[in-house]
């Protein structure tokens, strides 16, 4: 997973309850992002960061916010999770801009909110 | 929105056939990439394509890319059980992108 790990890797929380998911990298990569995967949706943004402290929001950003203080870690929270967050979580990061944008993936946080 | 979309959705092959993904897209383009995700796995990038490319190779992968149709396909030769996987392609935004847009995914089935 070219030296990108999260923490955890499973998580069952209760709804209602604030969630934090780490994405750490070892490879200096400028950008980082943070997707979620559902049946029937694929791949699909939820907010990426462009440096230490430069994020913005993607495609489906309502209801979690991310932190990057160092370049290595990416932080994903949710504040308070609701059912419709049951999903699959994948980091990503990208070192080079165009034209090759090739991103490296995690491995993946399951997470169900009951 | 979604750019790509891939078609079929779902295809199984026997193996030592070969294996044929399209993906349409909506804008223009930079590059166009597939990934390959193993079940459980995050996403592989396997090949990319430059705008200015029609068609380009790696090991057993040609990908072909028609921008006046805004599509791309992506050819496994000699298909082998290992290469059961969702298959995806991403395409970036030509109005300068460091994001991607993945479509939904296509799900091969190689059978020994």
């Known amino acids: 997973d070219a030296g990108i790990t999260q923490s955890p890797r499973h998580k069952v929380t209760e709804t209602g309850t604030p969630v934090t998911l780490r994405c750490h990298q070892t490879e200096n990569h400028r950008y980082m992002y943070w997707y979620r995967q559902d049946p029937g949706h694929g791949l699909r943004l939820i907010h990426y960061s462009y440096g230490v402290k430069d994020t913005d929001k993607g495609e489906v950003s309502d209801g979690y916010s991310v932190s990057r203080s160092k370049t290595e870690d990416f932080l994903l929270t949710l504040e308070s999770a609701t059912s419709s967050q049951t999903s699959v979580y994948f980091c990503?990061?990208?070192?080079?801009?165009?034209?090759?944008?090739?991103?490296?993936f995690g491995p993946g946080t399951r997470l169900t909110v009951l | 929105s979604q750019q790509g979309e891939e078609d079929p959705q779902a295809l199984s092959i026997q193996e030592g056939e070969n294996a044929t993904m399209n993906c349409s897209y909506k804008?223009?383009?930079?590059?166009l990439q597939w990934y390959r995700q193993n079940s459980g796995r995050g996403l592989v990038h396997l090949i990319l394509?430059?705008?200015?490319?029609r068609e380009t190779h790696s090991g057993r992968l040609r990908v072909t890319l028609d921008t006046s149709k805004k599509s791309s396909s992506l050819l496994i030769t000699a298909s082998r059980a290992a290469d059961t996987a969702s298959y995806f392609c991403?395409?970036?935004?030509?109005?300068?992108?460091?994001?991607?847009?993945f479509g939904k995914g296509m799900k091969l089935t190689v059978n020994p």
């Open positions: 394509i430059r705008s200015n490319e």
């Open positions: 990503a990061a990208q070192g080079a801009t165009l034209p090759y944008n090739e991103q490296f």
């Open positions: 991403a395409t970036d935004w030509k109005g300068g992108s460091e994001k991607l847009v």
């Open positions: 804008t223009s383009i930079n590059n």
